[in-house]
């Protein structure tokens, strides 16, 4: 009886010696974790204090620099509108509307300034702070950034179908079909024509590039036309989509 006394009591001490050491290490766990997420904490109060210190400065040297941008834009005296001048921009934008018959070659030289007013107009909506934009300021300049891009698509439309006007002229001298490249820095032009319409002729690959297409049976034989326009990663054009196919149901 004694016996038994004696191993129920030493069994019970080493469970309660087992539970003792299993606190001891849960608690040190427990600790290390705390110490950490308190110098973590420590880390981010430091870093927010230096943010907060540095916003100020930054803020300072966003406006300077826009003063910097506008004062620029004035003594460069190029002819390019102010796109944060309303006036400016819409007497630019009215009269790109009234120039006709511009050739793709001259619509892609223009892209270079439209572009570049749509990328300032952008950054300026980006980056300067709310309180310094009011509502009405916010939707002029979004206004300009939509004509400009509008216009732009409108003005490569009308240029490639001047271009397609003259199909015949351009055409390829061993496939018969008309196929043209205008390229630029901005925009590659790639533009083919189906002049003579040979069901047997339906993949399209432009002369040193490997850029092809290949169309269905059905409009191997039609009177149709494909414009590509590529533009590189870095750059936003408007003008989308970037492929159109045009069937001409007329004779």
């Known amino acids: 009886m004694v016996s038994q006394e004696k191993e129920a009591r030493?069994?019970?001490?080493?469970?309660?010696?087992?539970?003792?050491?299993?606190?001891?290490?849960?608690?040190?766990?427990?600790?290390?974790?705390?110490k950490k997420d308190l110098e973590r904490r420590s880390e981010e109060?430091?870093?927010?204090?230096?943010?907060?210190?540095?916003?100020?400065?930054?803020?300072?040297?966003?406006?300077?620099?826009?003063?910097?941008?506008?004062?620029?834009?004035?003594?460069?005296?190029?002819?390019?509108?102010?796109?944060?001048?309303?006036q400016e921009m819409n007497t630019f934008i009215s009269l790109w509307e009234e120039e006709k018959n511009e050739t793709f070659e001259q619509v892609m030289e223009k892209s270079?300034?439209?572009?570049?007013?749509?990328?300032?107009?952008?950054l300026i909506l980006l980056e300067t702070p709310s309180c310094d934009l009011d509502k009405s300021t916010v939707l002029q300049y979004q206004g300009s950034i939509l004509r400009l891009q509008e216009l732009l698509s409108l003005k490569v439309n009308v240029a490639t179908e001047l271009l397609l006007r003259q199909a015949s002229n351009l055409a390829d001298l061993d496939t018969g079909n008309m196929e043209k490249i205008i390229k630029d820095e901005n925009v590659t032009l790639y533009v083919w024509a189906n002049l003579k319409k040979n069901p047997r002729y339906r993949t399209v690959k432009f002369s040193q590039t490997q850029v092809g297409f290949e169309i269905p049976r059905i409009?191997?034989?039609?009177?149709?036309?494909?414009?590509?326009?590529?533009?590189?990663?870095?750059?936003?054009?408007?003008?989308?989509?970037?492929?159109?196919?045009?069937?001409?149901?007329g004779p």
Not at 13 to 33: F, G, S, Y
Not at 57 to 73: D, F, G, N, S
Request: contains cysteine.
């Open 10 to 34: 030493l069994k019970y001490e080493k469970e309660e010696q087992e539970r003792l050491e299993k606190q001891r290490i849960e608690r040190e766990k427990w600790n290390l974790l705390e």
């Open 45 to 86: 109060l430091e870093e927010l204090a230096l943010l907060e210190c540095c916003f100020p400065e930054a803020e300072k040297q966003k406006r300077e620099m826009r003063v910097l941008a506008q004062w620029k834009h004035y003594t460069e005296c190029d002819g390019s509108p102010d796109p944060r001048i309303a």
């Open 112 to 122: 270079k300034l439209v572009l570049s007013l749509i990328e300032k107009l952008k």
């Open 219 to 249: 409009l191997a034989t039609s009177n149709v036309a494909l414009r590509l326009l590529h533009t590189p990663m870095t750059t936003s054009h408007p003008c989308s989509p970037l492929l159109s196919l045009r069937k001409n149901t």
